[in-house]
């Protein structure tokens, strides 16, 4: 936003306009648009205060002095308006791929952050070690006690952390910087009057819910109070442990709420002709009719009402139809011209049932403005697309009108896939080698129960030929025979489970099977190499969630490594000590050895792919461990032992 009643002050700098010149929203504000980038050409200055609009290209400056070709929008907010409004976008010369890049993080940026609306990231941790105090103080009524205890309410708001804040944040709750937001504690933005709203959205987080949505009064730094819309979403696993996104709308001045999303009628011009983000406008009055009617029968969760009538989300799908569209929606969507989509309704371009589509209309129906999410839709033609869908509702709710912003990300989406398809390819050949690796393991474990089988097959006969038959014996003999066999079946089949490349669903496992079965697989190369294996758990240990095949690998992967590492280790002083433990809703187990521990090169770089001192090594066991505990929502941590030796920290979230 450029104010011209000051000789063209710079007043609005977001963080795409940061990405084109270099220079930081707090650097940029105040100065003169002509000393800064340069001034607009004197047929756009006359041009936009005859029409109220310009479009062209010129010549900028960055900050690092050299100069930039971008694409201006230059527009008067008003008839009478002495603010201008001037989109820009860089023109590119580059590689394709890299312009299609610049130009996708560019198009997220200048959408989201144009966006009224103030985002902060909390670490909430410190409230979950409070809300585990209660629970261990015998507090079962977890609401009433918050109800009774406002204190703990303000120490639960002081224990929260603020992680980052963005550039809205700063003119909704300053005076000062991102880091004067950042450094203040929490409570300070809550009046006393709005505890109770604060200790709602910890209730609605510890009862399960996925969202919470209310209104409640907020206090800036300079103890200005406002009315804001408090939006906050519990992802599975974040709730007491990682951090979370909560958003505020000011909802105390309508007027500038409205301008800020785009309402007025030269901003959303300049929008919906933005040729590079597929921008259309939704409207569906039957379905506001349908929400008001629905909450008047008093119906609250919405996500309830859908489980018990499926085919809403497809109703409401067929009554959403487009009223506008721009150029690149056109594309988007493979039509010959906006008419092919105006007045058509969203059927057939979503999937049945959409999930996405399902998410956004419970966030309608609970007054959230803003919905964000990838979604697979349909071309005209059938063909799908993958796109970044993001919904903005209209502030008036009876109006059932939304505006949806869509970037196509079909080729991120298969980059990720292929991605993903190569890691599990690079895993299946780290198992490979492991199975390699304990083949002589393998062969002492199936040889036990075949050997069993055998003997037992010789006792059998022998009873068979006996003048007199021992019935009762030959029984008890032929069931241990039937045992070993199906023992060797289930040997070979956890070895066939281990060496096949594909995909096993997460389940709720025991760690402490992980590791009893992880043992007896290794237990003839432990045997051989004179190594004593101890473990110290702790008396109470939670599942975790994941793929019992794959956390063998990791276990196996992470011993086997330990036993190579103790080669020159005298006899009798070889030792695994693993233990398993838990700590704030993680599940931790660690594989300690008592090897020459760590070289500072491996410590600069633990997970480096294809280094390897193993002559029929990959390299990549460990990159592979790091792969699949990331992928189950964990880590691994490396360290050296004080006494000697290297130790591994696989670490899970609880389930």
């Known amino acids: 936003m450029i104010s011209t009643a000051d000789g063209a002050l710079i007043t609005s700098w977001n963080l795409a306009a940061t990405a084109i010149y270099g220079w930081q929203p707090q650097e940029a504000l105040g100065e003169a648009l002509a000393d800064l980038v340069g001034p607009y050409p004197d047929t756009a200055i006359e041009e936009v205060r005859n029409r109220g609009i310009w479009e062209g290209r010129i010549e900028r400056r960055r900050r690092d002095r050299s100069t930039c070709t971008v694409r201006i929008r230059l527009a008067r907010a008003a008839q009478a308006d002495r603010e201008w409004m001037e989109v820009s976008s ?19 940026r200048n959408l989201f952050g144009a966006v009224a609306a103030s985002f902060w990231e909390l670490d909430f941790s410190g409230v979950g070690a409070l809300l585990r105090e209660v629970r261990e103080q015998g507090v079962t009524d977890i609401a009433a006690h918050l109800r009774a205890t406002p204190t703990l309410i303000r120490a639960m708001m002081r224990a929260t952390r603020i992680v980052d804040t963005n550039d809205r944040s700063i003119e909704m709750f300053g005076p000062g910087t991102k880091r004067d937001l950042i450094t203040t504690p929490l409570d300070q933005y809550w009046p006393e009057a709005s505890s109770a709203d604060f200790a709602e959205s910890i209730l609605s987080a510890i009862s399960g819910k996925p969202r919470h949505v209310a209104e409640t009064r907020m206090r800036a730094r300079d103890g200005r109070e406002f009315d804001a819309l408090f939006t906050v979403s519990f992802l599975p696993g974040t709730v007491g442990n990682g951090t979370l996104l909560v958003g505020f709308t000011d909802i105390s001045d309508r007027v500038q709420a409205t301008r800020q999303l785009g309402e007025a009628s030269t901003r959303r011009k300049m929008l919906m002709d933005v040729p590079t983000i597929a921008l259309s406008e939704l409207a569906a009055p039957e379905t506001s009719a349908v929400f008001k009617r629905l909450r008047a029968e008093g119906v609250t969760d919405l996500h309830a009402y859908i489980d018990a009538h499926p085919g809403f989300v497809d109703e409401v799908a067929s009554s959403l139809h487009f009223t506008a569209v721009n150029d690149a929606t056109v594309r988007l969507f493979g039509a010959r011209s906006a008419e092919d989509l105006i007045g058509r309704s969203l059927t057939g371009l979503v999937q049945p049932g959409c999930d996405v589509l399902r998410r956004s209309i419970e966030g309608a129906y609970d007054r959230q403005p803003i919905f964000q999410s990838e979604i697979r839709m349909f071309k005209l033609d059938g063909a799908p697309v993958d796109t970044l869908f993001c919904r903005v509702s209209s502030p008036d709710p009876a109006s059932g009108e939304a505006v949806i912003a869509q970037i196509d990300i079909t080729e991120q989406v298969k980059a990720r896939q292929e991605i993903e398809r190569m890691r599990q390819q690079s895993a299946h050949a780290s198992r490979i080698t492991l199975l390699g690796q304990l083949s002589a393991s393998i062969v002492h474990e199936i040889s036990q129960p075949i050997t069993a089988i055998a003997m037992h097959a010789a006792a059998a006969e022998r009873l068979a030929r006996a003048p007199e038959a021992q019935l009762e014996k030959l029984a008890r003999i032929t069931s241990q025979i039937g045992q070993n066999a199906l023992r060797t079946g289930e040997i070979v089949e956890r070895i066939r489970a281990l060496a096949a490349n ?7 496992l025991s760690m402490t099977d992980i590791v009893a079965e992880t043992r007896l697989l290794l237990q003839q190369e432990l045997t051989e190499k004179g190594i004593q294996v101890t473990l110290a758990r702790d008396a109470v240990l939670p599942n975790v969630c994941g793929d019992r095949i794959q956390l063998q690998q990791v276990l196996a992967n992470l011993m086997v490594n330990a036993i190579q590492a103790m080669d020159g280790t005298p006899e009798g002083k070889r030792r695994i000590d693993l233990s398993l433990r838990t700590k704030e809703g993680i599940v931790l187990l660690e594989v300690a050895d008592t090897g020459p521990g760590l070289s500072a090169a491996f410590r600069a770089e633990p997970f480096q792919t294809f280094r390897t001192s193993k002559p029929d090594g990959l390299g990549i066991g460990l990159t592979i461990c790091r792969s699949i505990a990331e992928a189950h929502g ?3 941590e ?5 006494h000697g030796g290297a130790a591994f920290t696989l670490a899970l979230p609880a389930a």
């Open 638 to 642: 490396v360290r050296d032992r004080s």
């Open 90 to 108: 860089p023109v590119e010369t580059g590689h394709p791929a890299e312009i299609a890049l610049a130009a996708s993080e560019y198009r997220y």
């Open 634 to 636: 964990g880590r691994i």
């Open 502 to 508: 594909r995909e096993i669903p997460m389940v709720s």
